[in-house]
């Protein structure tokens, strides 16, 4: 009988103790929800704007670049034009230069011109194309040895084939971001498909309260939540430098509460959960 009592208080010592996300919140030893910080298409206004504002608050991100201009491109032949600079420097602070194909092919249907459309595109074309993008980042960032990888236009087929698949079967990305709104929190990680984890795909003119709320529903779930950023002050899905600064502030005043990372980092801590 005494063994029996024993028995029983240990068993519900131990269903007590449980911690109360233990199906969905791989970060609960951390007492964490995690942030990641992406940003699409290696805009003008993410050296300009963003990278400094990153830098300035301390916080990293991860930049989903397609092709980099060259020198023959820049004002001045022979010297480094500023997007080569920019990027190198950008992976010396800390920041993930990622994979985003080298012409961003989309689907005609929305105005894609047919020389890089992909509805024209054979498999061994994109193939080649992040191939070339891995070493051209390479070139930027040379202690990075693999690559990550965002979808151009959140599209992930090619005609029937799902390619993402193909990239990751020959070794040439690791994990893969694709789309998703801002209810795409991240809770069931035993289930993730890490080629195509969602993101919230920021609109132009999205407020301050609304990328808040995004990161404190992550927070409420124990997730993870991914920001999908393009322009910053400009270009395209713009939103304001004021807003994004001022979102900047928020996280890092919660980092009790956010652990803000790449998404490199991110996925490798989720994959070894």
């Known amino acids: 009988m005494k063994q029996k009592i024993v028995l029983t208080f240990v068993f519900l010592v131990d269903i007590f103790c449980l911690p109360s996300h233990a199906q969905t919140n791989v970060v ?19 050296l300009s704007t963003v990278l400094p504002q990153l830098d300035s608050a301390g916080l990293k991100a991860t930049f989903f670049l397609p ?36 012409f961003h092919p989309c689907p005609e249907k929305i ?30 960032d040379t202690t990075r040895k693999q690559r990550t990888f965002a979808f151009p236009c959140n599209n992930a087929f090619i005609g029937d084939i799902d390619y993402p698949k193909v990239l990751k079967e020959m070794g040439l990305i690791t994990f893969a971001r694709g789309g998703g709104d801002s209810n795409s929190v991240i809770t069931d990680f035993k289930h993730l498909d890490k080629i195509k984890v ?19 529903r992550v927070k409420k779930s124990g997730g993870m939540g991914i920001y999908q950023i393009h322009g910053v002050g400009g270009n395209i899905f713009s939103i304001t430098p004021e807003t994004h600064k001022a979102f900047l502030k928020y996280l890092k005043e919660h980092q009790d509460d956010y652990w803000i990372t790449t998404f490199s980092e991110a996925m490798e801590y989720v994959s070894k959960q």
């Not at 609960?28 to 993410?46: F, P, R």
């Not at 919230?200 to 309260?209: I, N």
Request: contains cysteine; aromatic residues 6%.
């Open 28 to 46: 609960g030893n951390l007492k964490k929800a995690i942030i990641c910080l992406t940003y699409d298409d290696g805009l003008e206004t993410q």
């Open 67 to 102: 092709s980099i201009q060259g020198s023959s491109q820049s004002v001045v032949i022979g010297q480094t034009p500023e997007a080569v600079l920019g990027w190198t420097n950008a992976a010396k602070k800390g920041h993930e230069l990622a994979n985003h194909t080298l």
């Open 111 to 140: 105005g894609w011109d047919k020389s890089v459309a992909i509805d024209n595109y054979t498999i061994d074309r994109l193939i080649t194309e992040v191939r070339t993008q891995n070493i051209l980042l390479s070139l930027l």
């Open 198 to 216: 969602p993101s919230w795909h920021v609109w132009t003119g999205t407020s301050l309260q609304q990328l808040i709320s995004f990161a404190e």
